[in-house]
């Protein structure tokens, strides 16, 4: 780390021009204590920032350019590298900066760390994993629930937007045990475009998504099996939906319990109280609420006609389902206060 004064974390943004990138390079705006000194992009290299994207006119960064990946410059100029590049072209990258500098905090965007096992990541994803050996370095990078590690390890994997949403949203259940498992949990997620991705594709073009709403993945989804990991889950009953707007997710699960409506509401208060980005809400949140933000809003609820317990759970994917979240890792694994850069509130409107 550098100096006391001024900035003391200098960073690297590997895939900056993509939609994560991007809304990291936004929230990086109002960090006190980072200054990101490269963003890299193929299809941009050699161009300003400000002319790929002329909203960061004026701000800190309008004066960086798009340049090629170059590990070792990266590796032995910076203290955090943010890896923003799609599920298996980001290994390879993570594995050789590692390899050229054992000290620096990686923070990876992509699904390439984060099972526990190499062999779930290959059978989920389809391709051998050529950096198995790594695994031992990295962490599920959601602080909510594995904060400790995550300050000992040196390669945060990012979750999925998906699995945040879900995973914070039956986590206090089942930690207290209150899930009836002999019964299917069922997680029903809408999410906005952005969770696609920036790169061009028919499926998400105007007047696909537009005034049109589906599902898709209904025969399984990759984040299925992450989210049924990291809670300890035989199974979790998943699908994903495609809504017309830019950001967000609302996740609507399911669950099967004794417990009754009050006490869940109180074990869920109780639960999160000392978590600043998770607001227990009294009412159903929407993706408006939480747009922009690092926050993850959820609601509890239980309908004793059928044992069900209902949890209603609102992140922005981009925000504490990406960009946000790699912002509150960068700052436990700084010793930062975590909520440095953080404290935004939605637009709303
Ligand atoms: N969008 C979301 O809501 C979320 C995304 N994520 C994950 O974050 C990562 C980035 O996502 P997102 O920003 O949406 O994706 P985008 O497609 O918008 O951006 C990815 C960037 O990576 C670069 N890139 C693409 N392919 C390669 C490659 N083979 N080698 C090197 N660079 C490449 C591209 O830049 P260029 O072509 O200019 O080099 C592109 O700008 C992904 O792993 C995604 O799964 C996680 C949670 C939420
Ligand atoms: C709308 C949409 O297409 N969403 C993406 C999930 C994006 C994400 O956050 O997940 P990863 O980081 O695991 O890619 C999808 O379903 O594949």
């Keep these: 780390?550098?100096?006391?004064?001024?900035?003391?974390?200098?960073?690297?943004?590997?895939?900056?021009?993509?939609?994560?990138?991007?809304?990291?390079?936004?929230?990086?705006?109002?960090?006190?204590?980072?200054?990101?000194?490269?963003?890299?992009?193929?299809?941009?290299?050699?161009?300003?920032?400000?002319?790929?994207?002329?909203?960061?006119?004026?701000?800190?960064?309008s004066e960086l350019q798009f340049e090629p990946y170059n590990s070792e410059k990266i590796a032995k100029n910076c203290d955090v590298v943010f890896c923003c590049l799609p599920h298996k072209a980001s290994f390879p990258i993570v594995k050789e900066l590692y390899t050229i500098n054992p000290e620096?905090?990686?923070?990876?965007?992509?699904?390439?760390?984060?099972?526990?096992?190499?062999?779930?990541?290959?059978?989920?994803?389809?391709?051998?994993?050529?950096?198995?050996?790594?695994?031992?370095?990295?962490?599920?990078?959601?602080?909510?629930?594995?904060?400790?590690?995550?300050?000992?390890?040196?390669?945060i994997a990012n979750p999925g937007c998906y699995p945040t949403s879900i995973i914070l949203g039956l986590y206090p259940a089942r930690v207290k045990g209150l899930i009836d498992t002999s019964f299917p949990i069922i997680a029903d997620s809408k999410s906005g475009v952005t969770g696609a991705g920036r790169k061009a594709s028919l499926s998400f073009t105007f007047c696909e998504v537009n005034e049109s709403f589906k599902a898709y993945g209904v025969e399984g989804h990759r984040h299925a099996p992450e989210i049924a990991e990291k809670l300890n889950l035989?199974?979790?009953?998943?699908?994903?939906?495609?809504?017309?707007?830019?950001?967000?997710?609302?996740?609507?699960?399911?669950?099967?319990?004794?417990?009754?409506?009050?006490?869940?509401?109180?074990?869920?208060?109780?639960?999160?109280?000392?978590?600043?980005?998770v607001r227990v809400r009294n009412s159903p949140p929407s993706t408006s609420d939480v747009a922009g933000t690092n926050f993850c809003d959820i609601y509890v609820t239980k309908e004793e006609s059928t044992g069900l317990a209902v949890v209603i759970s609102a992140i922005d994917n981009i925000g504490k389902g990406a960009s946000g979240q790699a912002v509150q890792n960068m700052n436990i694994v700084c010793g930062f206060p975590e909520t440095t850069g953080l404290e935004l509130f939605s637009n709303w409107i």
Excluded: C, W
């Excluded at 809304?23 to 193929?42: C, F």
């Excluded at 996740?251 to 980005?277: N, P, W």
């Design 234 to 277: 035989p199974a979790v009953r998943f699908t994903p939906h495609l809504v017309p707007m830019n950001r967000g997710i609302l996740s609507t699960i399911y669950f099967k319990t004794e417990a009754k409506k009050e006490e869940l509401q109180e074990i869920y208060r109780e639960f999160y109280k000392d978590e600043y980005f």
């Design 1 to 61: 780390m550098q100096g006391t004064s001024g900035p003391s974390v200098k960073a690297a943004i590997i895939g900056a021009s993509g939609y994560t990138g991007a809304e990291l390079l936004r929230l990086l705006t109002l960090h006190p204590l980072v200054s990101v000194v490269t963003v890299t992009s193929r299809q941009f290299e050699g161009k300003k920032l400000t002319d790929v994207f002329p909203h960061f006119l004026k701000s800190p960064f």
């Design 104 to 155: 620096l905090k990686i923070i990876d965007f992509s699904a390439d760390f984060r099972f526990k096992d190499p062999k779930t990541y290959e059978e989920v994803y389809g391709v051998e994993h050529s950096a198995k050996e790594l695994f031992g370095k990295a962490t599920y990078g959601l602080p909510e629930i594995n904060r400790e590690e995550i300050k000992r390890k040196s390669i």
